[in-house]
């Protein structure tokens, strides 16, 4: 029978593949031998079997035991944490749940620009003290603003992006996009598009910075000191893709010397975000603490995803969400 290890251990009990999961699968899928983990210390005997992996991460040392694996799914998006040399130079197949978080993350993304907006967290904070806050959030800042006729400056065009951008544009919103494929069909939500070269061209342009890229060494810390400068001293920074998108030490220092307007972040270089960073102090930041993804819905949809490309795998048809190891995305 073909093997098909489900991995997923976490200290969120959100983010484990529930046991449900397992036994639909057995049930729809008889002629797999299902195996879900609950510890990771017997992954070591699971491995060498398997041949499709169910997975957030493998390291190297795992990656060599597993002699029959032919397919990875990872039930995040991101996959930097696959992205080694002998899994990428290797024949194995990578697929990843993009379709599963991207309409639910760009919820968020639109949430924290309302947020931010109307100064949401000011009235807030106002609230807590029993303050009447209106004269002070008015002034401050020059008050709430409108988001119809703001221009939203998008980094990356996959599911998130797409979705985001559709939001936007229904809200009256100009969405300028920079991505790396510009000849790539682009969505009619998308007023512009342009290459990464160009990137300064929009900071200084958009009102609203979202980012939503995958993280490769082309984007790792690709908003720094130098983009944040271009950047319109009201303008928001929304990161909702990867902490290391962001040099976190350059934006605590715009953010504290108010050269952009705020920013809203889901996502940080360390997680969880540690009690002593600077960052919790900062009246125009927005901290979640990734939640951006989280839904009850969610391993619902990763079944309806993952079931379908198993039927692919299982029939030799194309497989979705295919990951291109090279190019990290």
Same mark, same amino acid.
């Given at each position: 029978m073909t093997k098909l290890l489900i991995a997923t251990h976490h200290r969120l009990d959100l983010w484990v593949a529930p046991e449900w999961f397992a036994e639909r699968l057995?049930?729809?899928?008889?002629? #797999?031998?299902?195996? =879900?983990?609950?510890?990771?210390?017997? &992954?070591? =005997?699971? $491995?060498? *079997?398997? *041949? &499709?992996?169910?997975? @957030?991460? $493998? @390291?190297? *040392?795992?990656? %060599? +035991?597993? %002699? =029959? +694996?032919h397919w990875i799914h990872s039930p995040a998006a991101a996959v930097h944490q696959f992205l080694f040399p002998d899994l990428v130079n290797s024949d194995v197949i990578l697929t990843n749940a993009r379709e599963v978080h991207g309409a639910v993350v760009a919820e968020q993304v639109i949430a924290m620009i309302f947020a931010v907006a109307k100064r949401i967290p000011q009235a807030l904070r106002f609230q807590q003290k029993r303050v009447?806050?209106? !004269?002070?959030?008015?002034? !401050?800042?020059?008050?709430?603003? !409108?988001?119809?006729?703001?221009?939203?400056?998008?980094?990356? $065009?996959?599911? &998130?992006? %797409? /979705?985001?951008? @559709?939001?936007?544009t229904a809200l009256g919103m100009k969405v300028i996009a920079v991505r790396q494929h510009v000849d790539a069909t682009t969505p009619d939500s998308v007023h512009q598009v342009l290459p990464p070269s160009k990137i300064n *061209?929009? $900071?200084?342009?958009?009102?609203?910075?979202? #980012?939503?890229?995958?993280?490769?060494?082309?984007? %790792?810390?690709?908003?720094?000191? !130098?983009? +944040?400068?271009?950047?319109?001293s009201d303008a928001v920074l929304i990161n909702v893709g990867r902490g290391s998108l962001v040099d976190e030490t350059a934006l605590l220092e715009a953010l504290q010397q108010r050269k952009i307007g705020g920013a809203a972040l889901d996502v940080f270089d360390q997680e969880p975000l540690p009690p002593? @960073?600077?960052?919790?102090?900062?009246? /125009? #930041? +927005?901290?979640?603490?990734?939640?951006?993804g989280m839904t009850a819905k969610l391993w619902e949809r990763h079944y309806t995803v993952f079931a379908e490309n198993l039927r692919r795998y299982l029939s030799g048809q194309p497989l979705l969400a295919l990951v291109d190891k090279k190019s990290g995305y």
């Open positions: 057995r049930k729809d899928f008889p002629q #797999l031998d299902v195996v =879900r983990l609950a510890k990771p210390d017997s &992954i070591d =005997r699971e $491995l060498p *079997e398997t *041949e &499709i992996a169910f997975t @957030s991460a $493998l @390291s190297p *040392e795992h990656f %060599r +035991l597993a %002699r =029959r +694996l009447w806050g209106q !004269e002070a959030i008015w002034k !401050e800042d020059h008050g709430p603003r !409108e988001i119809a006729g703001a221009t939203l400056g998008l980094i990356g $065009l996959g599911t &998130i992006g %797409r /979705n985001v951008a @559709s939001h936007a *061209e929009m $900071l200084a342009a958009a009102d609203y910075v979202v #980012l939503a890229a995958p993280v490769t060494p082309a984007t %790792r810390h690709m908003i720094g000191r !130098e983009q +944040l400068a271009k950047m319109k002593d @960073s600077p960052l919790w102090g900062l009246e /125009n #930041l +927005l901290v979640t603490p990734h939640t951006a």
